[in-house]
């Protein structure tokens, strides 16, 4: 037990880092842009060196920069002091790098004080909170806020204002091969195509006849079901035995799990055998999604 990895506990907490990356990112223009602390010669900045996102799109800082040139910085980049008249940035680098492009000499910054951690962390949820992010760097977004930061999947939720069945849906694209990765990260696939191939242990070459024939997402799911056989064929479904067959201990230990899973739980057992068959009901994705939490929380 003393070698389970705990959460950490930061002493402002998400809502706070939050608090802050929204200031500075007003969502759907309902906030006033935010008076900057003080301006700060442009030189005197300097990108985060651990700052996640690596790439930034020509066209869409070309975009910015223009923008940038007709009306200034309207929104302060958060820094933090760094040396003897220099400072960091922890959100806002697009910014930063448009208004060198645009030739600015000053720009408005908020100074707050973040350690080496929140500054990363701060810098992964400005990155999920954008909307040109594609599926894969919002998945490992969220990846990184819980292993490094311990931070659950509600928790996540209800901070960024996304769903937890959303959040979970876009982590199981973790799991699809690199080559399939890729093309949703080149937006050859949508992450609907992909959540149909993360069932099929032959993503690979699915994903590629995908792309190729320019299938739809209903039009893969109907590929993939028929890659596994289940098209042409109805299920093959276990034998159930009468509930009045069944032993008075099977139907308390069905009782037990399916209160405890707030879940419908069948157990059959095959005649003669000590094996069986546990089948769990789910009714919405919401409870898939209870199911797998469960799961992956008992290691």
Known sequence: MSGSKKP???GRGLS???SDVQ????????SAPRRPDMMVPIEKLAANPNQPRRRFAPEHLEELTNSVREKGIIQ????????????EIVAGERRWRAAQAAQLHEIPVLVREFDDVEVLEIAIIENIQRADLNPMEEAAGYRQ???????TQEKLAEALGKSRSHIANLMRLLNLP???QDMLRDGDLSAGHARALITTDNASVLARKVVQDGLSVRATEALVKKEQGQADKPAVRPKIPKAQEKDA???A???????????????????????????????????????????????
Do not use: Q, W
């Open 145 to 151: 806020l819980m292993e490094n930061f311990g931070h």
């Open 249 to 251: 201990d099977t139907r």
């Open 23 to 30: 200031a500075e990112e007003p969502m759907n223009g309902a």
């Open 178 to 180: 690199d080559d399939v």
């Open 253 to 299: 230990l069905e009782g037990d799990l399916s209160a405890a899973l707030g879940m419908r739980v069948t157990l059959t057992h095959e005649p003669g055998t000590e094996s069986g068959v546990l089948t769990v009901r789910y009714n919405t994705l919401e409870d898939l999604d209870t199911l797998c939490g469960l799961l992956s929380n008992s290691n």
């Open 8 to 10: 950490r506990g930061l």
């Open 76 to 87: 302060p980049l958060i820094v933090r002091a760094k040396g003897p008249d220099m400072y």
């Open 16 to 18: 706070a880092l939050m």
